[in-house]
């Protein structure tokens, strides 16, 4: 388990045209995917991630209103932010409904930001092989 601190450390706005809320949602969810963030874990504060990223605290609840709408975090009014409980696995239909809605989501947005879809696939293949999924 990662401390608030190294979470927060981790974090960086770069440059490359995509909005900052955008940025700091993907990071999040880049640490949950790599195990750095655990179900249950609080998440740093908005205000902690706006200090410390020198940007509006409005961006940061952008992004943490998104990462909510996706069921990534759990806003508890008064506690905090912690990494949301995953739900309970959808129908084989939904499921796999909801992988090509994402595929294809995922898809859209490499085209917009010029990356190569084979170089996307390749990337994709072998970090599912380096996490032994």
Known sequence: MHTLQHIL????????????????????LRALGQGLLSQGDQMPTMRQVAVALKIDLNTVRH????????GAIDLVRGRGSFVATPPSPP????????TEAFAAQTLATAVAQGIDPGALVRHL???IKDQGS
Do not use: T
């Not at 992004?63 to 996706?70: C, N």
């Not at 129908?91 to 909801?98: D, I, L, N, T, V």
């Open 63 to 70: 992004a943490y209103d998104e990462l909510e709408g996706m």
């Open 125 to 127: 293949a072998r970090l």
């Open 9 to 28: 450390d981790s974090l960086r706005i770069e440059g490359n045209g995509a909005p900052i809320y955008v940025q700091l949602r993907d990071q999040f």
């Open 91 to 98: 129908s084989e239909a939904k499921r796999e409904k909801a």
